[in-house]
Structure formats: C-alpha cells, structure tokens
C-alpha cells in the first residue's frame, strides 16, 4: 500500500528510443541536449561584441571544435571523478568496469575539472584567454546541469532521504517503501535552473571584461547550491555519511558532495578576488617600434 503523504513514481521508461538491439537512454539524451544547448547559447554570446569589451572573443568555429574538447572533457573526467571520489575500492577490485560507462556512475566533480583542462588546453592551442573561455562556460554549463537532474530523476536514481512528512515526497522504484525527497528535481531546480539565472544577471551586469569573473560566481554559486542540495539527498550506500550520522531529514553527517564543495567555495571566491582586482585581465600588447622591427629583422 502506498504510504500516506507520498506521491507514486512516475513509470517513465528509461530508454526513450529503441530501434531493434540499439537502445537511447533519456540520460544520453539529457548529456546531448545540455551540450547542444550549451553550444548554441555560447555561439549567440560569442556573437555580440559588447559583452567582450576589450577580451578577445572566440570565433563561431572556435566553439564549434571546442564543443568536441568540452565532450571529451566531461566524460572521462565525469568517469574518473566518480572510480576516484566514490567506488575506488570496487573498481580496483574489478579494473575492466571502469570502461562500463554505460552502466552509469558520473562525477559533476569530476566532470567540472576534466571540462576546465579541456578549456584551458584549448585556450592555449588557439591563443585565447583561459579564464574568458570559463566564463563562457560557466554561463552555459547549467543548462547541462538541469537535463542531467531531470534525468536523474527518470532514472530513479540519487534519490533523496527519508520524507515521511513531506506532502511531495516520492516513493522510488529501488528506493524501498519509504517516502523520499524527490532531491533531483530540487538540484535541477537549484544547480541548473536558479543558477542559470544568476549567471546571465552577472553576465548581463559584467559582460566577458573581467576574464574569470563570471567563472568565480559559477563555482561559487554551484558549491552554495549542490551543499544545500545534499541535506535532501540521501548519501552514496557505499560511502554513506563521512562525518557524522543522520539524525532528521535536514540534519546530518558530511557527505562525498558536500566535502568535494568546500575547495570549490575556496577556488570561487579567490578567482572572483583576482578578476575584481584586474589581475587576470589581458595584458596589453606592445607596440613594436622601427628599432625592434630592425632587431627582429636581423
């Protein structure tokens, strides 16, 4: 019988499209619609001169390539980030489930630092700021961020804790009988939704000019979220609390996530210091004079 107080899941099939042996996952479908999206909104934002001021733009076919270096980016970082921060143990015991991609088990964590080496190695290779490259992403990635709950949520997975009270709370497939926050449609809401718009307030108030800005009040901005997040969100059974033990549905221990947020707060609110100061603003170039012309000549 369902409980009182609780919502039944929705029956949604995980796999939207299947076509004979070939099967596509609504959660491949939010990964695909977040880097579309996101593509499309940094090609619109890279094509108004006004929000770069002084910072050089990409080009529209700098996004096109970097788009590809941004995939690659999340997914092996998203990959790695969780065998490292989540299931070490378990996938040392069974090295050839690392490739398993398929099976789930991704890390926004770990996806975020794979993401930021892609910008910055594409940066370096096409000769543009790093730090506008971020804020560039930083104001597209919660679009990402707000499929990929949804389909957290379709998935029935990373369910939230314990609500028996709670008008909207939801029982799970996998999640025994117990009513549960339906916690990845609060992080949708939170880290996708009300973060996406923060972030075009910031950029409509500071455009692209302060290179690493807009990229500082991402980081910040998603740590505040995702911490406030987890006091919802019921913690990885194989890590379970990592300080402390859960006393009510908003009270309890340290989780994986929350630990993982606390550099990120640090990080944020230094870059943000830097760009405010002018530090990693572009240095201007030097105009060659007719005496270095001849130097560099000879």
Not at 95 to 102: D, K, M, T
Request: proline share 8%; net charge positive.
């Amino acid at each position: 019988m369902m409980p009182l107080l609780a919502i039944p899941f929705p029956a949604i099939n995980p796999v939207a499209i299947a076509i004979g042996p070939i099967a596509i996952k609504w959660y491949a479908l939010a990964y695909i619609a977040g880097l579309v999206g996101g593509w499309f909104y940094a090609k619109r934002l890279v094509a108004l001169p006004s929000l770069w001021g002084p910072v050089r733009r990409p080009s529209g076919a700098d996004i096109d390539d970097l788009i590809v270096w941004v995939a690659l980016g999340v997914v092996l970082g998203g990959r790695i980030g969780y065998v490292l921060f989540y299931n070490l143990s378990a996938y040392l015991a069974h090295p050839a489930e690392i490739l398993a991609i398929w099976r789930g088990g991704m890390s926004f964590h770990g996806g975020f630092l794979g993401a930021v080496l892609a910008l910055v190695l594409f940066a370096r290779a096409r000769g543009l700021s790093g730090f506008a490259l971020l804020d560039l992403a930083a104001v597209a990635v919660p679009i990402g961020l707000f499929f990929g709950r949804i389909a957290n949520f379709v998935n029935g997975e990373l369910w939230g804790r314990p609500a028996p009270d709670f008008p909207y709370a939801v029982v799970f497939p996998n999640g025994g009988p117990v009513p549960r926050h339906p916690s990845q449609l609060y992080e949708a809401g939170a880290e996708g939704l009300l973060l996406f718009l923060a972030m075009a307030l910031a950029m409509r108030r500071f455009g692209f000019r302060r290179p690493g800005l807009l990229g500082g009040i991402f980081v910040l901005g998603y740590a505040i979220a995702r911490t406030a997040c987890e006091f919802f969100r019921e913690p990885d059974p194989q890590l379970g609390f990592l300080f402390g033990t859960e006393v009510s549905a908003l009270n309890g221990g340290i989780t994986m996530g929350m630990l993982l947020c606390i550099p990120m707060v640090v990080i944020g609110i230094v870059v943000i210091a830097l760009a405010l100061r002018g530090a990693t603003a572009p240095r201007p170039r030097l105009e060659q004079g007719p005496a270095d012309a001849e130097a560099h000549s000879a």
